[in-house]
C-alpha cells in the first residue's frame, strides 16, 4: 500500500505504530460475521474510508520506499504513484479518530482490557480518553499498583491531565518493561479522591514479546525517571 502524510501545518506529533501481522478490532467485540457489536466502544461508521481521491497523471521519476523485514527498499516509478481514478477490493486505508472511543467507565476501577481499540498477533493498543471516574461511593480513581508478567507497556501521553503521573507533559512516552512493578506517583493517589471526570488523552501499546530499545531512544532517555517514585 502506498501512502503520503500531508499536514496543515508544522506543529505535529507522530506516534507510529508498526505491525506484522493485521491490525483487527479486538474479538470480543465482534460477532462471528466480523461486526462490531453494540457493547463495542466504536462502530463501523466511525472508521472514515478515502472519500477525496485527488488523481495525478504525471509521468517523470518518483521514488518509492517499501519496507520489507526491517529494511528501506528504494524504487523508482516512471509515472505518479497517486495516478488512479479509484480502488478496489478490502485492502485500504482508513482512519479512526480517537475522539470517537466511547470509554466504558464503572463503580469500581476498570481493568485495561476496556480501553483496548484494536489487536494485533504481538500487541493490542489501547486508548485512555475523556471520561467519568469510578463512582462507587468507597473508590479511589488513581489505578492502583501493578506488574505486567507477560507485557511490556508503551504510553504516549497525547493531551490532558495525566492524573497517576507527576511531571508528565504532552508528547512524553514511558516504557514500563514487563515484570517491574508500576503505578502512580507519590501523592498521586492522594490527589484522585473525590475527582470525578478526567480529560486524559493517551495511547497505549501493550506488547507481548520484551521490546528492543533503540540508541536514537537512549539518547532521549530521562535516566532519572526510575528515581520519581521516591518520595
Not at 503520503?4 to 460477532?31: C, H
Not at 488523552?201 to 528492543?212: G, H, I, S, Y
Request: proline share 8%; with cysteine; glycine share 6%.
Amino acid at each position: 500500500m502506498i501512502y503520503q502524510i500531508n499536514f496543515d501545518t508544522e506543529e505535529n506529533r507522530l506516534f507510529i505504530v508498526e505491525s506484522y501481522s493485521p491490525v483487527y478490532t479486538p474479538k470480543r467485540y465482534r460477532n462471528w460475521f466480523g461486526q462490531l457489536l453494540e457493547h463495542s466502544p466504536f462502530c463501523e461508521r466511525d472508521l472514515r474510508r478515502p472519500y477525496e481521491l485527488e488523481t495525478n497523471n504525471e509521468l517523470g521519476d518518483f521514488l518509492i520506499k517499501v519496507k520489507k523485514q526491517g529494511e528501506i527498499i528504494e524504487m523508482t516509478y516512471a509515472s505518479h504513484p497517486f495516478d488512479v481514478v479509484g480502488y478496489d477490493g478490502y485492502n485500504f486505508p482508513y482512519a479512526f479518530s480517537i475522539h470517537d472511543f466511547e470509554p466504558i467507565t464503572g463503580r469500581i476501577h476498570q481493568p485495561p482490557p476496556v480501553h483496548q481499540t484494536f489487536e494485533t498477533n504481538t500487541f493490542v493498543i489501547c486508548s485512555f480518553v475523556p471520561r467519568l471516574y469510578d463512582y462507587h461511593p468507597n473508590s479511589i480513581p488513581a489505578p492502583y499498583n501493578h506488574s505486567n508478567i507477560d507485557s511490556d507497556e508503551v504510553l504516549y501521553y497525547v493531551d490532558g491531565d495525566f492524573m497517576s503521573r507527576n511531571d508528565i507533559e504532552a508528547g512524553h512516552i514511558s516504557l514500563h518493561p514487563a515484570g517491574i512493578p508500576h503505578g502512580p506517583h507519590p501523592g498521586a493517589t492522594e490527589r484522585s479522591i473525590g475527582e470525578t471526570v478526567t480529560e486524559e488523552l493517551a495511547v497505549m501499546v501493550d506488547t507481548f514479546k520484551p521490546l528492543q530499545v533503540t540508541e536514537e531512544a537512549m539518547k532521549i532517555a530521562d535516566e532519572e525517571y526510575y528515581k520519581s517514585w521516591l518520595e
